[in-house]
């Protein structure tokens, strides 16, 4: 069935070296309810199936991590996407596909000259008044370089490394197949929507791969945060930036992973603290359009205690509509209204069911574990994890663009906490949520959400007549059909063919049989074994008939 699968013969080698790695770090079962063993055995390609030793003694998380490092830069950006779905994973996982590096050797300079000279509309040596060879950092997709404009400002120049955009497309078409496989072939896999994530990862990084979109990011992320002084964005030189390329400002900053450097400086840490936590809830909450991966290594502090953000290539987006449901969820959770945080919460995880008694004991649960504390008292990523643990407990899964959201708050807490130890989220949040009830319920906005419904009802009265005609005209010329998608029809026309064969073959080795004992008694001139050929053919064949039956079952049932 894989096989059908794969369009093209230079799709195998891949496939079996994913097989082979996925076997070599413990995922063996995994290959084998995907059925890339028995495709590869058909494509000729042979598979050890005894995993390595050093990754033997490891759990589960720990042997997936590194299985996506082995697999290379694709998946290991599939790795840090899944680290954002804490919704779909526990704590342990989420830790594992944080620790994956988006780290490469650099590419030889002179490999990538001809390609940065194109780009640039120049030799980098007469475009800048200096530029160094030697990458300053290197990873999957792209390597910076830093240069000098002739006007004396320092910049960088990153650089897409040659040759990754079909590397790159290669594995997400073949990622797509096998996500179609997993969740098709594997009832396990199918709650966690693998081709819902390969297509939103997939269209994240293609994104990532044109180097000026990752600039539009940073350009829209200035222009929102506006006379915000304290946050500074790297300003991009766009006479010089394009798909392959980009030069933005170079930022001269402490690094948020260097504490000591902090505390050198002598920043204030709460001042800090809390003007990076309000850039970011401002974003979130109030834009919808926020970096969606705000870890150290994307922070730099500057003198008079101000924040740089860097590398904008991932990028969340709230629609206001999820935004209001934020603000729904946060005001259910202040009123301690179940049946308010159920319905947000079944209709985040587009669930057509009505909310289960034991989804609302356990979200009252949830509510009963932080009722009397002040903010204070409440951890948000305790929180968090909680309400995300009673998600995963009951299969309910959150859009992509919102589980980004709160692995985003959940990133600034951790670092926001390393910055001041005693620091308070959910109180520097507390505001924005305020104005965000404010700002819905404001005669304004109201007149603008009427003003929408009307204006989409006058749409459908108006064109219902247009559609009744297409109906009946369609029902006349006999062109009206009736789609209705029955859940697994298609898995059971699967295993109806699958009996019909094995009955088939059953059938035709009784004929064998009853075909051999007939020959039996007939005497014939030539014989093996005190048999005729012909009756010692007829029982070769029914005991084959017999053994692939027999084997047809078992692998059925196993």
């Not at 994240?204 to 791969?209: P, T």
């Not at 206001?320 to 009123?335: A, K, P, S």
């Not at 003003?451 to 749409?459: A, F, M």
Request: aromatic residues 8%; hydrophobic residues 45%.
């Amino acid at each position: 069935m894989f096989l059908e699968a794969i369009s093209a013969g230079k799709d195998i080698g891949r496939v079996h070296e994913i097989a082979s790695i996925l076997v070599r770090c413990g995922f063996g079962d995994m290959v084998r309810r995907l059925g890339l063993g028995h495709a590869l055995e058909q494509a000729g390609k042979a598979l050890h199936w005894k995993y390595a030793e050093e990754t033997a003694s490891l759990q589960p998380h720990q042997r997936a991590r590194h299985a996506l490092q082995k697999l290379g830069p694709t998946f290991v950006k599939l790795g840090q996407v899944l680290a954002t779905r804490v919704d779909l994973f526990p704590p342990e996982w989420i830790a594992e596909f944080e620790m994956l590096q988006d780290s490469a050797p650099p590419v030889p300079f002179e490999a990538l000259r001809a390609q940065l000279t194109e780009d640039l509309g120049g030799p980098p040596e007469e475009i800048f008044a200096e530029f160094d060879t030697e990458p300053l950092a290197a990873a999957s997709i792209a390597q910076v370089h830093l240069a000098r404009l002739h006007d004396g400002t320092q910049v960088v120049v990153k650089i897409r490394r040659p040759d990754i955009k079909r590397v790159v497309e290669a594995d997400l078409h073949l990622m797509d197949r096998l996500a179609q496989i997993a969740g098709k072939e594997n009832p396990e896999t199918q709650r966690f929507c693998p081709a819902e994530v390969v297509h939103h990862f997939s269209i994240s990084l293609r994104r990532e791969l044109d180097l000026a979109h990752e600039c539009r990011n940073a350009v829209r992320v200035m222009e929102n945060l506006g006379a915000d002084d304290h946050v500074v964005i790297p300003k991009v030189y766009w006479q010089w930036t394009g798909e392959r390329v980009n030069v933005q400002e170079y930022i001269d900053g402490i690094s948020g992973r260097d504490v000591a450097g902090f505390e050198a400086a002598g920043l204030d840490r709460a001042l800090i603290a809390r003007r990076g936590a309000r850039a970011v809830l401002r974003m979130v909450l109030v834009d919808g359009f926020f970096h969606a991966d705000p870890h150290p290594g994307n922070v730099f502090f500057l003198p008079e205690n101000r924040i740089a953000l860097i590398d904008f290539g991932m990028i969340g987006h709230l629609s206001e509509e999820r935004r209001f449901q934020v603000v729904d969820l946060l005001h259910g959770m202040v009123e301690r209204d179940s049946s308010t945080i159920c319905e947000v919460l079944l209709e985040w995880s587009d669930s057509l069911s009505l909310p289960s008694e034991r989804l609302v004991a356990d979200i009252c649960a949830f509510l009963d574990q932080y009722h009397g504390l002040s903010l204070g008292q409440v951890r948000f990523p305790d929180m968090v994890r909680d309400m995300m643990a009673m998600l995963r407990d009951h299969k309910l899964m959150l859009p992509a663009d919102l589980s980004m959201m709160f692995k985003v708050f959940l990133t600034l807490d951790g670092f926001c906490r390393q910055v001041q130890p005693d620091f308070d989220l959910i109180a520097e949040a507390r505001p924005f949520v305020r104005n965000a009830l404010i700002t819905r319920y404001t005669p304004q906005e109201i007149a603008k959400r009427g003003w929408h419904g009307v204006s989409g009802l006058i749409d459908v009265l108006t064109g219902l007549p247009r559609d009744m005609r297409r109906l009946v005209r369609a029902a006349r010329k006999g062109a009206l059909r009736v789609h209705i998608n029955v859940e697994e029809l298609e898995r059971f026309g699967e295993r109806l063919d699958t009996a019909v064969s094995r009955l088939t073959v059953g059938m035709i080795t009784a004929a064998f049989i009853i075909g051999t004992s007939i020959i039996l008694s007939v005497t014939g001139d030539t014989e093996y074994l005190g048999m005729s050929l012909l009756a010692a053919l007829g029982f070769t064949l029914a005991v084959l008939g017999g053994v692939w039956v027999l084997f047809s079952i078992w692998r059925g049932r196993h």
